[in-house]
């Protein structure tokens, strides 16, 4: 069975539920409308945080149970939604224009942003504490990491690189291994707690996106830069927010690697990157879609782990 894409995903706001999609555009950092939205503080707050300090389910996972999703052509508006039936409660808000800027920092990164004060009273509720909700109006403006990337490589408020791919041949090697340490019934885990934007299925063993170096996913190239190492995030349920010891403490046993445990891989489109200020790519920007063939084009010495030097 040739490797195929079996489920799209975009983040519209960084932590939040993801939407579903069956065909998506390919811009230089990211998929088209993916994580172009954040939530920051307010004010200054416990351990030390900042206001434009980027807000996440890490610390903060009733984010997890907001579903968002972009509406319009061009994706000027996004709905946010939590809850269910007579208790759910939504709100819409759209892109600001003008767009006034604002200090913002996601990992490390300072750039500028530009806030919509629509959604601040509702998400404030949400999270019991005052926050902004910003929108990145210039993808342009933040660089991905130099040590496993190229210079000119750009990526939204995703957490470092402008998409994650993973397999269902590794997850599957998880949940077995899941259930043979576990005693009695075990829940498997799904593929939402590591929020991918691919999702692949087909011939390929467990872990062999460990060795990829470029994919052809339809008729668009991506390389795959690094392994990516997860986080206490993944051990919150995304359809409770409930937090637990897994997947943590199964990838421990499996995928411990340079003082992390790793799951999926980040991809960089080779999409050329448009000039500082620009919304868009320019050109017309190539889409992938559910059930395109995926072609191992590159590989890296297998064995190597989840790290790998530029391409």
Known sequence: MPLTVSALHRYPVKSMHAEDLDVATVEPWGLAGDRRWMVVEAAEGRGGRQPGDFVSARTDPALLLVRARLLAEGYDALELTTGTGAASSSITVR????????????????????????????????????????????????????????????????????????????????????????????????????????????????????????????????????????????????ETGERGHEPTRTLARLRRYDGGVWFGVNLVPDVPTPSPGATSPGAPAPEIRLGDEVEVLERVPAGGGPLRSPA
Request: with cysteine.
């Open 95 to 238: 892109v600001p224009d003008p767009a006034p800027q604002v200090p913002v920092e996601v990992w490390g990164s300072h750039l500028t942003a530009a806030p919509q004060p629509a959604a601040d009273a509702w998400l404030g509720d949400l999270l019991g504490r005052p926050v902004h909700l910003v929108h990145l109006d210039d993808p342009t403006r933040r660089p991905t990491d130099p040590r496993f990337s190229h210079p000119d490589d750009r990526v939204s408020f995703a957490d470092g690189y402008p998409l994650l791919v993973t397999t269902t041949a590794s997850l599957t090697a998880v949940n077995d291994a899941l259930l043979e340490h576990t005693e009695g019934a075990a829940e498997s885990l799904t593929m939402a707690r590591f929020r991918p934007n691919l999702v692949l299925t087909g011939d390929e063993p467990a872990w062999a996106e460990d060795d990829w170096r470029r994919i052809r996913v339809g008729d668009v190239t991506f390389r795959a830069v690094k392994g990516c190492a997860r986080c206490v995030m993944t051990t919150f349920d995304p």
